[in-house]
């Protein structure tokens, strides 16, 4: 199993194009947010998702949830905060702190079930699972 870091940041800026009329960032863009952190959170443990998925394992949302605190508005600077909740022998657990400065203004979570080619529920790669 891969060693988690308890927490991973990145920080980045909000672009024209995920704002609506109004220059909030779309709710469509959140769970887009989410997949950024927990995407570059398994990069820093020597792993990707290219990598996984060639090994013919999936990761699939299986449960996403969001709470939206303030808006995000076009060209905020904000930083996501991703941390994983837990681990089973098919689902990892993720959760989300979005902030822009010191404010959190969003929080979420998902659930990340692994299935095989064919859409069925099958155990994490062993460097994913958990170790015991």
């Known amino acids: 199993m891969v060693d988690h870091p308890p927490f991973h940041e990145i920080v980045f800026r909000v672009r024209y194009a995920e704002t ?25 443990t ?21 709470r939206f605190i303030q808006p995000a508005k076009y060209d905020d600077e904000l930083k996501l905060r991703t941390s994983i909740k837990r681990i089973t022998y098919v689902r ?27 859409g069925a529920l099958t155990r994490l790669p062993p460097e994913l699972g958990p170790t015991s």
């Open 92 to 118: 990892i657990e993720h959760k989300y702190e979005l902030y822009r400065g010191d404010d959190l203004i969003c929080e979420g979570e998902t659930t990340l079930a692994c299935v095989d080619r064919d």
């Open 20 to 44: 609506d009329q109004m220059g909030f960032v779309h709710h469509s863009n959140y769970p887009v947010y989410f997949e950024m952190g927990r995407t570059e959170m398994l990069r820093t």
């Open 46 to 66: 020597g792993l990707d998702y290219k990598t996984v998925e060639e090994q013919g394992f999936l990761l699939v949302i299986a449960k996403l949830t969001c």
